[in-house]
């Protein structure tokens, strides 16, 4: 088999994207993937800084490989895990460290004013999104927010019709009523009273904190969707069986409770207690001596820091020991905070719940499983990939 080669020598052996997307023959997906595992070094362009370049040597050797034709099992395995795109979606994606929502920048729709309404209906494809008010909650409130979201989608998954041949129409209706409800869930039993306004408005009142308005603004911006995340995609499957939105919303909400995904701001406050119990760069060394990880650090899908983290954390007096932390965790592992230090960096700044970080995770990625819900639900098509069986012999 020969080996491709389709540059010239004398060649700068830096690649700007669409020379080395052409090398490759792949989506740009493929090659931001690429980089995040490792396969393919990739810098800023000097002469760009909002660009990036490859390495010459890296894509010459990934293409020369996929020339060889894989076998599709070995191909298969490696989309599980920040790998190659596994299905196609208008919704959003990641493309060269930066985050867009049907085709447009999602850190330019958070600096415009919008709110998670206008997100919303950019990605359910409607003209407008109206979540209502959020009032005080009928009867005694029960356990945690999280507990009473998940209890709220539950009885909605349980009574909701299957959305498999529903309107369009009565489809955003449930969506709209949905993102509402675990909005109502998890904060409607602080609030004194009902008042209209835009979602982070009435977010940051009832948690008495009116001055937190704009950082939930651009959180809820910018948490709304992030491509094909484990919580998202564990929706498209619920919803690529015809079922109701609000199972495909539950498996979004029961998945993003997790420690690797939205859950991680929670294992950030333990650090930040270790920090300020035996100081920070005592804290971060122990850390690492022992192997564990620096939850909130670092992002697969942006090598070069986290975009969102740093908007939001534009918009955040972060406190001394955030601040500190973010620098010794720089200082001695490169690595940047990503937007669940932001979120938790926020709740700190003004005095939120200690589940804030994670209530504004879900009320504003709601939004984004529903966007996939409904894409979903056009294809018709059932998710149902094969496992590689590694088990005992098979009976004769």
């Not at 810098?43 to 599709?72: F, I």
């Not at 209906?121 to 008010?133: H, I, M, N």
């Not at 939120?352 to 966007?371: C, E, K, N």
Request: proline share 6%; net charge neutral.
């Amino acid at each position: 088999m020969q080996s491709i080669n389709l540059l010239p020598a004398q060649l700068s052996p830096w690649l700007d994207s669409p020379t080395a997307l052409g090398v490759l023959g792949v989506q740009a997906q493929s090659l931001y993937a690429s980089v995040s595992r490792g396969r393919i070094r990739s810098k800023a362009d000097p002469a760009d800084p909002r660009r990036r370049l490859y390495n010459r040597d890296d894509v010459l050797r990934l293409a020369n490989r996929r020339s060889g034709a894989e076998p599709a099992r070995e191909v298969a395995l490696r989309t599980v895990a920040w790998g190659e795109p596994v299905l196609s979606s208008a919704v959003s994606t990641i493309a060269d460290g930066r985050l867009y929502y049907a085709g447009r920048s999602a850190l330019q729709i958070a600096a415009t004013g919008a709110g998670l309404e206008q997100v919303a209906a950019l990605l359910w494809d409607t003209p407008r999104v109206d979540f209502g008010e959020i009032g005080p909650a009928v009867g005694e409130p029960v356990g945690g927010g999280l507990r009473r979201a998940l209890l709220c989608m539950a009885a909605a998954a349980a009574d909701g019709a299957p959305a498999r041949d529903r309107s369009p129409a009565e489809l955003q209706a449930d969506a709209a009523t949905l993102v509402a409800s675990i909005a109502q869930a998890w904060l409607g039993h602080s609030a004194a009273r009902a008042e209209a306004g835009s979602m982070h408005a009435q977010i940051a009142r009832c948690w008495g904190r009116p001055g937190a308005a704009e950082a939930i603004r651009q959180a809820l911006v910018l948490l709304a969707d992030h491509e094909l995340n484990a919580s998202t995609f564990a929706a498209r499957v619920a919803a690529s069986t015809g079922a109701s939105l609000a199972a495909a919303v539950l498996a979004g909400l029961s998945t993003l409770t997790g420690p690797l995904h939205g859950g991680a701001a929670a294992d950030l406050g333990m650090l930040l207690q270790e920090a300020r119990a035996l100081g920070v760069a005592d804290a971060v060394a122990s850390r690492l001596q022992r192997g564990r990880p620096l939850p909130a650090f670092g992002h697969p899908l942006y090598p070069d820091g986290d975009p969102r983290a740093a908007a939001l954390l534009r918009v955040v007096e972060a406190s001394a020991t955030f601040t500190a932390l973010s620098a010794e965790v720089a200082r001695a592992t490169g690595m940047l905070p990503n937007v669940d230090f932001a979120l938790a960096a926020m709740a700190d700044a003004h005095g939120l719940p200690h589940d804030a970080p994670l209530a504004v995770f879900a009320i504003a990625r709601s939004a984004g499983w529903i966007a996939h819900a409904l894409e979903q639900g056009r294809t018709r098509a059932l998710i149902r990939p094969r496992a590689s069986y590694s088990g005992p012999g098979l009976d004769a």
